[in-house]
């Protein structure tokens, strides 16, 4: 398959600079770009869907909770100095 897609000049432009640097074409970068990125994409949305089965059990934790058990990490690691 080899669609035919337009990105943006500056993103035509970063391509064109990290090939030259690797020493592979364009195409060639657009390649690991496209598999990368699908690799990372897919990651993501695994984690997501394990977050939000977690979140609907009732397994999280909230925000401030986070902030003050980090606040409080860093004042003891403060203390210890």
């Known amino acids: 398959m080899t669609p035919e897609i337009q ?4 993103v035509q432009t970063k ?8 020493g592979r074409s364009p ?14 994409v897919e990651a993501s949305i695994k984690e997501n869907a394990i977050a ?3 979140f609907a059990n009732g397994l999280y934790v909230s925000n401030a ?17």
């Open 52 to 54: 939000d089965k977690q």
């Open 65 to 81: 909770q986070v902030r003050r058990d980090a606040l409080k990490a860093l004042g003891q690691a403060a203390a210890g100095r």
């Open 7 to 10: 990105l943006p000049k500056v």
């Open 27 to 40: 195409a060639d970068l657009m390649r690991f770009v496209l598999r990368d990125g699908l690799v990372s």
């Open 15 to 22: 391509i064109n600079r990290l090939a030259l640097a690797a």
